[in-house]
């Protein structure tokens, strides 16, 4: 098993309330973001970590120094970090490519330890998290799901899909070495076509249409996280998520 954690982001959104530092780098309680990842992936028997790193990573990489198995890390840089995350996603081939299950993880999510434990549980060779508790509008990421087979996944679901639960993705996912096969091919896709500018999410959004029965997910509902995107959502990591949380 081996984890690959989306660090590249800029997060222009979160404006003054972060001081300009990379998202994976904020602190709670005096650990950071990136740190709380890699402790539980640790925690969880990965042996190879992989992190993506763009915006300021010279502060990422002095994070990373820090950590006493170190070199069980790699990182690897996406200088175009500025455009969609297809192409961090990218910058991954080598994990990608690896011939092993692979853990993929948005860096800037706070949650309990159970949920990240949910993917190394399943029994599903390739696992998406949902949790139905949560307010619809344009930011989630959806995961629609009719009978047991998810029929959608995105921000934006048609008015006329007929679905029987609705959640949101966590951002953390479990992908069998086929299906890390081919998402690296839709990478290669994406970025010929120039469409450098698509969220990873639309090359999963791609396999599921084209094949829904070889993915799967487990829901999370009732287990505390956040994304931190916004200044409020880091202000209510802080006030309210953090309490539910104990590592």
């Not at 990965?46 to 990373?64: D, F, M, N, P, W």
């Not at 996603?89 to 853990?103: H, Q």
């Not at 287990?223 to 200044?231: L, T, V």
Request: proline fraction near 3%; hydrophobic fraction near 40%; include cysteine.
């Amino acid at each position: 098993m081996k984890a690959i954690i989306l660090a590249a982001g800029v997060g222009k959104r979160l404006g003054e309330i972060s001081s300009g530092k990379p998202k994976c780098l904020l602190e709670f309680e005096q650990v950071s973001l990136l740190k709380r990842h890699i402790n539980l992936l640790r925690k969880f028997g990965v042996k190879k970590i992989l992190v993506v790193t763009g915006y300021r990573r010279e502060e990422i990489i002095a994070e990373l120094s820090g950590i006493s198995f170190e070199d069980e890390i790699e990182t690897v840089f996406n200088p175009d970090f500025e455009s969609g995350s297809v192409i961090s996603l990218f910058s991954a081939s080598k994990f990608l490519e690896s011939r092993d299950d692979v853990i993929l993880m948005d860096a800037d999510v706070l949650y309990h330890a159970d949920i990240l434990q949910a993917l190394f549980n399943t029994k599903h060779a390739n696992c998406l998290l949902l949790d139905r508790d949560f307010e619809a509008g344009e930011e989630p990421v959806k995961i629609c799901v009719r009978g047991n087979i998810i029929v959608e996944f995105r921000k934006q679901v048609d008015a006329q899909l007929e679905f029987d639960t609705q959640g949101e993705s966590v951002g953390f996912f479990r992908f069998s070495p086929a299906v890390c096969e081919q998402l690296l091919k839709q990478c290669r896709l994406y970025i010929d076509n120039n469409n450098k500018d698509a969220p990873y999410e639309d090359l999963i959004r791609d396999l599921l249409l084209q094949t829904p029965d070889v993915f799967n997910f487990e829901d999370i509902t009732g287990h505390a996280w956040i994304e931190i995107d916004f200044p409020e959502d880091l202000v209510r990591a802080k006030e309210e998520i953090l309490k539910q949380i104990n590592y």
